[in-house]
């Protein structure tokens, strides 16, 4: 999916992860009911299913990814930030143990059987992540530009998603493409592209 170094790919990542440690550092308890721009769940429910997408993602790098119940969403705990970033460690952790580059992730989330090579999974969780940064920021009122190599990164991902009759299913993990022919910048593209309106919530 991305046609970049390993070690970049993985600098690239933690980059964008740890960014999003810091905003749901600023989630309080009266903001976890916001909207958010996935339109089925509030800030509560984002930040719940970014962390059990880590744990999943982390099971996969280690093997265990076709276990259903890695993919399951833990009970509610009392300090979200905590668990949040307890669980993007152990992601960045995962990934980032030798041998990982050249595995097959199982990825029971997306269906029975489901496998696909680390770096593509590796991108996929990437990119997933960028957006997901800018929608919590969004959720609280925040600014959100990632970096430029981050940005063309993540642009250069998006490009590769199939926008198929799949994403007007119920649960699809993004949107289908919004149009933006005279968009020139790169995040501004990869939301449009993953069916985010960069103008949320106008």
Excluded: N
């Excluded at 259903?68 to 990934?95: C, I, M, N, S, T």
């Excluded at 919590?136 to 009122?141: H, Q, W």
């Excluded at 590769?160 to 007007?168: I, L, M, N």
């Amino acid at each position: 999916m991305l046609t970049i170094g390993w070690e970049t790919l993985l600098g690239l990542h933690e980059r964008a992860v740890r960014e999003t440690i810091e905003l749901v550092r600023r989630v309080r308890p009266e903001d976890l009911d916001r909207p958010t721009p996935c339109t089925e769940w509030t800030l509560d429910e984002l930040v719940s299913h970014m962390t059990t997408q880590h744990y999943g993602f982390a099971a996969a790098a280690r093997g265990h990814g076709d276990i259903d119940a890695v993919w399951r969403q833990p009970p509610p705990g009392e300090d979200h930030a905590a668990e949040y970033a307890r669980a993007a460690e152990d992601v960045l952790a995962a990934f980032a143990a030798p041998g990982v580059s050249g595995s097959e992730f199982a990825l029971a989330e997306f269906g029975a059987g489901v496998t696909a090579p680390a770096p593509f999974a590796v991108s996929a969780h990437f990119v997933d992540y960028v957006v997901h940064g800018w929608d919590v920021a969004r959720s609280l009122g925040l600014p959100f530009a990632p970096d430029g190599d981050i940005a063309e990164a993540a642009l250069r991902v998006a490009e590769q998603v199939p926008d198929g009759p799949e994403r007007k299913e119920q649960g699809a993990f993004f949107g289908p493409a919004l149009p933006g022919s005279g968009a020139t910048d790169s995040f501004e593209r990869t939301l449009l592209l993953l069916g985010r309106s960069p103008t949320w919530p106008g």
